[in-house]
């Protein structure tokens, strides 16, 4: 299976980043790759049995709670739980810590704004920290629709901001890398924009990881052609999630680029490593959001993953060792 890697150079003007990356790269293929495609072509099979979700009652929210947020594995570093004091309450944190730490990654998970824990990520952590030594900090944020939107922003930027002034005590190095999953994703940009004009600390985070992220909560066109047949996200999860996270707002009020990173100013932010497949209906999402980011003066780099679907990194299959192998390694050179 061909895996397009665009590593995106020097500035050029958003409006023209679509015609030129067709112009420069072969279409989105398999050549090359094929020897991963019978499991890809067999785990999609699987997952058209993903059961379909209601989360407007309270009976299907607590059943997509359970789907969305399965508890983590056996890791190999013990974990250890702490709280970070917040305005809502008391934020959890679950920390994997390797005997060498050269950095600080700040992980956000996925779950649509509505499920989703840390412990989801356990296995993906431990590998990471052990790999790359550093230490991992995940957050247990607070989730819509008890919660709105702002909370979950307010609870990231409170971690980070103690990671800002702890982190050196604390972990023994002063860098932060932070890393998000699907609207973990859309929290991480935000937090990063936060670190930028609120805590004037951009400085000190090295990279941003962004694994299938939701930056454009109005819908990209690969997001408004999701269907009942989408693997993972379908049509309905989508119109309810905007249902009970964003209640009601209008697209043009979810363009405001504090719902929307893809609409925010972003010029002065470090390296950006984005991770997606082509049937993922947030696939449009990632690749904008790279164009945009690398428009604004940044470094970016793109992996579009051909036939895999919404949170493909997270099932037990080769190319998901492979897509979460290759963040690794960009987290290692980046701390060279």
Sequence with gaps: MRFLVLKMSGFILSFL??????????????????????????????????????????????HARIVYGPPGGKTI???????????????????FRPESIRAVVFDIHGGGYFAGRPESTDLLNDVMARFCSVAVVSIEYRLAPENPF????EDCDTVVAWLLQNAKNEFGTDKLILTGFSAGANLAAHTLLDIRDKMHGINRVIGINFFYGMFDESGTPSLRMANSHSLIIDSAIINQIGRIVFKGKSAEELRSAYYSPLYADLKGLPPAFFSVGTIDPLMDDNTFMANRWEAAGNQATLYVYPECPHGFNLFPSQIAKLGNQRVNDWINGLLK
């Design 17 to 62: 980043l679509p015609a030129v990356l067709i112009a420069q790269h072969e279409p989105f293929t398999t050549n090359g790759y094929d020897s991963y495609m019978p499991e890809v072509k067999r785990w999609n099979k699987m997952l058209t049995i993903f059961p379909k979700l209601d989360i407007t009652t309270p009976k299907g929210l607590a």
């Design 77 to 95: 570093l013990k974990p250890q739980d702490r709280f970070i004091h917040g305005e809502g309450g008391n934020i959890r944190i679950r920390i």
């Design 150 to 153: 702002e909370a979950e922003v």
